[in-house]
């Protein structure tokens, strides 16, 4: 584990399990039907702990990016450049993330995105790049 790994107790375990088996998960609340991320054992919208994990369909559109040439935390500064991201969610929630495979030139707000996973460390990480095709 590194310094950079996230704390995964009983709580947020479902997640990353989800995320190394390739799938993202979000947070549901029954009270007020609304989507959050990210993930909280209590609804930010209406209060109610009446929340469940739910598999989310993995499709996004860019809200904003940053282009990141130079970074001073070691498990960063040997990947520069990358996208730093906001997304969001085809359910409702953005989510901070990376963009991966886009050349800079290519991004454009409001283009569609789709999950991806990338192994870090003991952990497995949602990033967002191009739809695949279907051909």
């Given at each position: 584990m590194t310094a950079a790994d996230p704390d995964i107790d009983?709580?947020?375990?479902?997640?990353w399990?989800?995320?190394?088996?390739g799938h993202?998960?979000?947070?549901?609340?029954?009270?007020?039907?609304?989507?959050?991320?990210?993930?909280r054992e209590f609804c930010p919208h209406c209060w109610s702990?009446?929340?469940?994990?739910e598999r989310a369909s993995g499709?996004?559109?860019?809200?904003t990016w940053s282009v990141?040439?130079?970074?001073?935390?070691?498990?960063?500064?040997?990947?520069?450049?990358?996208?730093?991201a906001v997304v969001d969610l085809a359910?409702?929630?953005?989510?901070?993330?990376?963009?991966v495979g886009v050349p800079e030139g290519d991004l454009r707000i409001g283009m569609e995105l789709e999950v991806a996973f990338r192994a870090?460390?003991?952990?497995t990480v949602p990033v967002f790049g191009r739809p695949r095709s279907d051909g």
């Amino acid at each position: 584990m590194t310094a950079a790994d996230p704390d995964i107790d009983a709580f947020t375990r479902p997640y990353w399990d989800a995320a190394a088996e390739g799938h993202l998960l979000l947070r549901h609340c029954v009270a007020c039907d609304r989507t959050h991320h990210y993930p909280r054992e209590f609804c930010p919208h209406c209060w109610s702990e009446d929340v469940r994990w739910e598999r989310a369909s993995g499709r996004a559109t860019l809200y904003t990016w940053s282009v990141v040439h130079r970074n001073d935390l070691p498990l960063f500064g040997e990947r520069v450049p990358y996208v730093a991201a906001v997304v969001d969610l085809a359910e409702g929630p953005r989510m901070m993330t990376e963009v991966v495979g886009v050349p800079e030139g290519d991004l454009r707000i409001g283009m569609e995105l789709e999950v991806a996973f990338r192994a870090e460390g003991e952990v497995t990480v949602p990033v967002f790049g191009r739809p695949r095709s279907d051909g």
